[in-house]
């Protein structure tokens, strides 16, 4: 079964430092979009990314944020200068259309900020 | 703003009952509402989406409601079993750009 791949699992980073997690979507979604959950708390909506560009973001997704689709088959998130906040397991999810699909999710990078 | 509103508190029910989770949302008319099952650590796994004119559906042992009047869907499992036990997630569907999670209801299924 086809599945959304996220590497690393876990990133352990020093504040103020920029990360890059890694998302490989399914194949042949269009549309890609990244979550953020908190621990023990609600799955956050960043950012949806369509026809190489961002579509919708929140207002977590600050200056701070930037998505890019560099090949044809990775979309990454980098934070340029991270936070203790910014610590939360992050993830990736695609869906094949705009209308009436689930989203499938991949298993998560867990970032702790230290 | 929008809420989105599920039962914070665990729900202990005896395997073999139905379970029934409760999303209640203001101030949103989403054009869909997805049922989501998120076990520790991983990410949440699709499980069920009902659109705005629809009022049931059913998959297997999972029956969804919709009712855009009072704002709320209810999330049945019948005859559940142990492995059923994990957080279950409810999340409205803008059509296409970002889903809005609940902060979900833990299900603990005894034997």
């Known amino acids: 079964e086809p599945e959304v791949t996220q590497t690393p699992s876990h990133q352990v980073t020093q504040m103020g430092q920029e990360v890059i997690l890694r998302c490989v979507p399914i194949s042949n979604h269009l549309y890609f979009y990244w979550y953020r959950q908190i621990l023990g708390q609600k799955v956050e909506f960043l950012v949806s990314?369509?026809?190489?560009?961002?579509?919708?973001k929140s207002e977590i997704f600050d200056d701070q944020f930037s998505v890019e689709r560099p090949d044809g088959s990775n979309f990454t998130l980098k934070i340029r200068s991270t936070k203790l906040e910014d610590s939360a397991m992050y993830f990736c999810a695609s869906r094949e259309n705009r209308d009436s699909t689930e989203a499938f999710f991949g298993q998560g990078t867990r970032l702790t900020v230290v | 703003s929008q809420k989105i509103e599920q039962n914070s508190e665990a729900l202990n029910i005896q395997e073999g009952k139905t379970a029934t989770l409760t999303c209640n949302y203001t101030n949103y008319s989403p054009a869909y509402l997805q049922w989501y099952r998120q076990d520790p650590g991983r990410g949440p796994v699709f499980l069920l989406l009902i659109r705005e004119n629809e009022k049931e559906k059913r998959k297997e042992r999972l029956k969804v409601t919709f009712d855009t009047t009072l704002k709320q869907s209810l999330f049945h499992i019948t005859a559940s079993q142990p492995a059923d036990s994990a957080t279950y997630l409810c999340a409205l569907d803008n059509a296409g750009n970002m889903l809005t999670f609940g902060g979900g209801t833990r299900l603990m299924v005894k034997p």
């Open positions: 990314f369509y026809n190489n560009e961002i579509s919708e």
